[in-house]
C-alpha cells in the first residue's frame, strides 16, 4: 500500500484559481455531529506559467485522535482549532487513551479552571471500532465542542454536554467540494452544494479532475 493508506490526486481544469476541502461524512451520520473541512488545498490552473501546478496530491494514513475546541456554540458557521489532542485507536477494547497510549475511549472535563482531556478510571464497555468521549459535570453548555481528528487534523465535531458520553462510529466515507473554507470551518449545507464522493473501492490512490463547470469527475 505504501507510505500512506489513501492519496488523492486534483486536477484544476475550471480555468481558474480554486481552493479545494476535503472532508468526511458517516454513512448514518447523526444530525448533531459537524463535519469539518479536513484538508484544504488551493490549486492554480494557468498551464502556461507551469503545467504541474494546476494539480496538487492529499495523502492521509487512518490514524485517529480524540480533540477538543473551546468553539461556543456549535453551528455550521463554526471554526474548530483543536486545543489538544490525544491518541484513539478503533482497535482497542475497554481502554482508556493517555497523552502518550491510544484507546477507545477518553474522560473530558472542566479541571482547575480549564478544560482537559482526563484518562478513564473505568472504562466502558464499547463496540468494537466505536470511539467514546464520557463528559464530565463540569462541562459547560454550548462552550466547547470535542470530536475527532485523522492524521492530525480535525474531521467531526459535536458539542460538549455535562455528564454525557458522545459515541463515535468511525465509517469514514471521504468528499470533496471547491469552496473558500480554511482547514478546521464547518461544512455548511451550501457548503456541500456541489460536493463529490471519493470512491477508493478499486483503487487506494486515485485522480478527480475539477472543469470549468464547476463539476468533478475522477478517473476509472
Given at each position: 500500500?505504501?507510505?500512506?493508506?489513501?492519496?488523492?490526486?486534483?486536477?484544476?481544469?475550471?480555468g481558474e484559481t480554486r481552493d479545494f476541502?476535503?472532508?468526511?461524512?458517516?454513512?448514518?451520520?447523526?444530525?448533531?455531529?459537524?463535519?469539518?473541512?479536513?484538508?484544504?488545498?488551493?490549486?492554480?490552473?494557468?498551464?502556461?506559467?507551469?503545467?504541474?501546478?494546476?494539480?496538487?496530491?492529499?495523502?492521509?494514513?487512518?490514524?485517529?485522535?480524540?480533540?477538543?475546541?473551546?468553539?461556543?456554540?456549535?453551528?455550521?458557521q463554526v471554526h474548530f482549532e483543536a486545543?489538544?489532542?490525544?491518541?484513539?485507536?478503533?482497535?482497542?477494547?475497554?481502554?482508556?487513551?493517555?497523552?502518550?497510549?491510544?484507546?477507545?475511549?477518553?474522560?473530558?472535563?472542566?479541571?482547575?479552571?480549564?478544560?482537559?482531556?482526563?484518562?478513564?478510571?473505568?472504562?466502558?464497555?464499547?463496540?468494537?471500532?466505536?470511539?467514546?468521549?464520557?463528559?464530565?459535570?463540569?462541562?459547560?453548555?454550548?462552550?466547547?465542542?470535542?470530536?475527532?481528528?485523522?492524521?492530525?487534523?480535525?474531521?467531526?465535531?459535536?458539542?460538549?454536554?455535562?455528564?454525557?458520553?458522545?459515541?463515535?462510529?468511525?465509517?469514514?466515507?471521504?468528499?470533496?467540494?471547491?469552496?473558500?473554507?480554511?482547514?478546521?470551518?464547518?461544512?455548511?449545507?451550501?457548503?456541500?452544494?456541489?460536493?463529490?464522493?471519493?470512491?477508493?473501492?478499486?483503487?487506494?490512490?486515485?485522480?478527480?479532475?475539477?472543469?470549468?463547470?464547476?463539476?468533478?469527475?475522477?478517473?476509472?
Amino acid at each position: 500500500m505504501g507510505e500512506f493508506d489513501y492519496t488523492l490526486r486534483v486536477k484544476n481544469d475550471s480555468g481558474e484559481t480554486r481552493d479545494f476541502a476535503v472532508f468526511q461524512k458517516a454513512p448514518k451520520q447523526d444530525k448533531s455531529i459537524q463535519s469539518l473541512a479536513w484538508f484544504v488545498k488551493t490549486i492554480h490552473d494557468n498551464p502556461a506559467m507551469d503545467p504541474a501546478a494546476d494539480s496538487a496530491a492529499f495523502k492521509w494514513n487512518e490514524d485517529y485522535s480524540f480533540v477538543w475546541s473551546e468553539t461556543g456554540e456549535l453551528n455550521d458557521q463554526v471554526h474548530f482549532e483543536a486545543s489538544d489532542a490525544w491518541p484513539a485507536d478503533t482497535s482497542a477494547v475497554k481502554t482508556s487513551s493517555t497523552r502518550k497510549k491510544a484507546g477507545d475511549q477518553v474522560g473530558f472535563d472542566k479541571e482547575g479552571g480549564a478544560y482537559t482531556f482526563q484518562q478513564v478510571d473505568r472504562p466502558n464497555d464499547v463496540q468494537k471500532g466505536q470511539l467514546l468521549v464520557k463528559c464530565g459535570g463540569n462541562t459547560e453548555k454550548k462552550k466547547t465542542s470535542i470530536g475527532l481528528a485523522m492524521y492530525g487534523s480535525p474531521f467531526f465535531a459535536v458539542q460538549a454536554e455535562p455528564n454525557f458520553n458522545w459515541i463515535f462510529a468511525p465509517e469514514p466515507e471521504y468528499w470533496i467540494v471547491a469552496t473558500k473554507l480554511v482547514k478546521g470551518d464547518a461544512i455548511s449545507a451550501v457548503g456541500m452544494s456541489n460536493a463529490y464522493k471519493i470512491d477508493f473501492s478499486l483503487s487506494n490512490d486515485v485522480t478527480v479532475t475539477y472543469d470549468g463547470q464547476n463539476r468533478f469527475s475522477q478517473q476509472r
